[in-house]
Structure formats: C-alpha cells, structure tokens
T-cell receptor, first 114, second 116 residues
Framework: EPEVTQTPSHQVTQMGQEVILRCVPI?????FYWYRQILGQKVEFLVS????????KSEIFDDQFSVERPDGSNFTLKIRSTKLEDSAMYFC????????????FGSGTRLTVV | AQKVTQAQTEISVVEKEDVTLDCVYE???????LFWYKQPPSGELVFLIR??????QNEISGRYSWNFQKSTSSFNFTITASQVVDSAVYFC?????????????FGTGTRLKVLA
C-alpha cells in the first residue's frame, strides 16, 4: 500500500536554528498538508498546499514557517528560527483530490528544540 | 464554528470488556466527513474509519463499531471485547466540505488503557 514517507523520524535542534522537515507524498496525490501535535495534546492543522501554493493556513503558521515542493516529489516544512515551543510531532499528509477525504498521514517527525 | 469534543480524557478497562469512546461535533456545514484515528505509543496516526454526513448507517468492522447520529451530532466508537493491543489514544476528527475547508479538526483525544 502506498505510503507517505517522512524524514527524519526524530530531529533535535538548538533554539534559533533553522530546521527542514521532509515528506514524500504518495506519487499521484495533489493535495498536501502539515499538522502539528504538541506532546500530549491534539493534532492541529498547520497548512494545506495545492498547485504549488498555499491554499489555507492556520494562525499557528506564522512567518517563521514556510512550505515548498521543490522537485515535484518532496514536500518540505521549514521553520526558520526554532523556539522551544516548536517542539512537537509534525505530520505530513496527502490526498489524491479535493473531493476525496482519504488523507494518508505519514508516520511523523518528532522535533525537539533544546 | 467547527469543533470536536471528546469529553473522556482517559478510560481504563479490563481486557474483554466493551468500551465506547464518545465524540460530539459542531459544524454549520451540511456536508462534512467524520473520522476516527488511533495513535499507538509509537506515535503514528492509524486511520480507522471515514463517514460522510449523508450516511448515517452504523458500521461494524470486526471488534470495532461506529454509531453516527446527526440528531445528536455524535459519532461514537465502540470496541467490543477489548484487548491490550487496543491501548492507544483515539482521536475523532471533522472535515467540512461546503465551506471549502478541507482541513481536519481533531478532538483532544481519549487515552484508552486496556489492562490484562
């Protein structure tokens, strides 16, 4: 069964450093998403991406965050200057089309900011 | 405003007991999807079910069953004859269609502990 692949599974970074979280969505999917889950809390929507542009973003997704699909296969989330409160599990997801709600989530990247 | 409420923070049951996890949602949309996900200790989100707002039929899949009632805005999940491997955090989620919002709104989750 096709999977959404996220790398790395765990990343530790120093406060103030830039970090890039990588995702390879399922190849024929067109809609891409990032979600965040602070430890012990609920999963929260960050951003959706379609046709090489952001289609929706949450209040959490401020100027320190950016997304990119650099090469047609990868989908990245960049955090420019990490803060302690950015420590969370980040999930990537993809969907084949807008009317289909069969998201496939990746297994997540646990980001720890020290 | 869209909202998903999982009032049960944590439930503990003894193996082989039945357990029901509650989910109540709020939406102004007439067309929406509801989901349940399982999050085991390893952290990934495991898809369990998707239900659209026009389909109120209850569903059974093995030991799992779901009861969708639009009249009470609830989408409850029952595990029959629970097993230790069912121990996890379970999330209910809502996705609106009519408003053009395709994001998922998750509840706060219910941690299920099944004791041997």
């Amino acid at each position: 069964e096709p999977e959404v692949t996220q790398t790395p599974s765990h990343q530790v970074t120093q406060m103030g450093q830039e970090v890039i979280l990588r995702c390879v969505p399922i190849s024929n999917h067109l809609y891409f998403y990032w979600y965040r889950q602070i430890l012990g809390q609920k999963v929260e929507f960050l951003v959706s991406f379609y046709n090489n542009e952001i289609s929706e973003k949450s209040e959490i997704f401020d100027d320190q965050f950016s997304v990119e699909r650099p090469d047609g296969s990868n989908f990245t989330l960049k955090i420019r200057s990490t803060k302690l409160e950015d420590s969370a599990m980040y999930f990537c997801a993809s969907s084949p089309r807008r009317g289909d709600y069969g998201y496939t989530f990746g297994s997540g990247t646990r980001l720890t900011v020290v | 405003a869209q909202k998903v409420t999982q009032a049960q923070t944590e439930i503990s049951v003894v193996e082989k007991e039945d357990v029901t996890l509650d989910c109540v949602y709020e939406t102004r949309d007439t067309t929406y999807y509801l989901f349940w996900y399982k999050q085991p200790p390893s952290g990934e989100l495991v898809f369990l079910i998707r239900r659209n707002s026009f389909d109120e039929q209850n569903e059974i899949s093995g030991r799992y069953s779901w009861n969708f009632q639009k009249s009470t805005s609830s989408f409850n999940f029952t595990i029959t004859a629970s097993q230790v491997v069912d121990s996890a955090v379970y999330f209910c989620a809502l996705s609106e269609v009519t408003s053009g919002t395709y994001k998922y709104i998750f509840g706060t989750g219910t941690r299920l502990k099944v004791l041997a």
